[in-house]
């Protein structure tokens, strides 16, 4: 992980680590029960926190009984599905549309921001190991502005590490994924990586994950093999899975497909090929 986005040196070396992280923790209590069990196996060390979902502060109180330094909790930024403010909340395109032309409130994001840094603080009792964004929000203009701000206000030089967005190459991936990628790249990457370094905050190298959500275990097998087989020390690879389906959730069964490869026998297999080392980023 690094602060300056250089890592060249690193991505030709021997052994390379990576680290795997559940995003949308907090949501309903199959996604709760799916981190818990991934963590229990050794597969996943990074958790990314929605504290204006329902499950935040049960399934918090559990993950604030766990040792720190085995896994990193960190807050996942959310203005699309469960902000704490209501007159917050908006849809993803509303979203970045509206960090691009001004048409965001700056006050109100300013509050939001700082109300998610208080009720994660509140559960857990420290502060976040890091901070990305529920569908990379984070990033956009605006918010990462009041980001920041309110980071270097909060922690000063102990700055939560940032999810990058830079993109890798992925060759099982579908076109459209191919661009899904380089469009959430695009929207924020290089902008965020130049705040991160002026801060001496650190990132991931590479974001892996992206895809369309659809296929089912099959696929997603197939992905997570591509995913693991190209990373490069120092890379995130973002995961979505669920022990349980909620009827509401449009990606009930991609979290359903993730958690079955993800809890599998295959994926030791997949990590042993891969000649991978699975550890926090703050490791890094």
Not at 19 to 33: A, K, Q, S, T
Not at 106 to 120: C, I, K, P, T, Y
Not at 171 to 176: D, E, I
């Amino acid at each position: 992980m690094t602060g300056s986005g250089n890592h060249d040196a690193r991505e030709h070396s021997g052994t390379r680590s990576i680290c795997l992280c559940v995003d949308d923790f907090g949501l309903y209590p199959g996604v709760n029960e799916a981190v818990f069990q991934l963590a229990d196996m050794g597969r996943v060390h990074a958790v990314g926190c929605m504290v204006g979902a329902p499950q935040w502060r049960s399934g918090g109180a559990v993950l604030r009984r766990r040792d720190p330094r085995g896994i990193d909790v960190g807050l996942h930024l959310d203005f699309t599905e469960c902000s704490i403010q209501p007159a917050a909340r908006r849809g993803l395109g509303a979203v970045i549309a509206g960090s691009y032309v001004g048409a965001l409130d700056r006050r109100l994001v300013r509050e939001e921001v700082g109300a998610q840094l208080d009720a994660f603080e509140a559960v857990m009792g420290r502060p976040p190991a890091f901070v990305d964004g529920h569908q990379h929000v984070h990033q956009l203009p605006v918010i990462r502005d009041e980001l920041m701000s309110a980071l270097d206000h909060r922690y000063g030089t102990a700055m939560p590490w940032l999810r990058s967005t830079r993109r890798a190459l992925a060759t099982a991936v579908s076109a459209g994924e191919r661009f899904k990628a380089w469009f959430i790249e695009q929207v924020g990457a290089a902008a965020l990586a130049s705040m991160a370094r002026q801060r001496g905050a650190r990132q991931n190298a590479h974001l892996l994950g992206v895809y369309d959500f659809s296929g089912g275990a099959a696929r997603y097998a197939s992905l997570l093999a591509s995913w693991l087989g190209g990373a490069l020390d120092g890379d995130l690879l973002m995961c979505h899975p669920s022990r349980e389906s909620d009827p509401r959730d449009a990606l009930g069964a991609a979290r359903l497909a993730e958690f079955q490869v993800l809890s599998g026998g295959a994926f030791a297999e997949m990590q042993a090929a891969a000649g991978l080392r699975l550890q926090p980023l703050k490791r890094s």
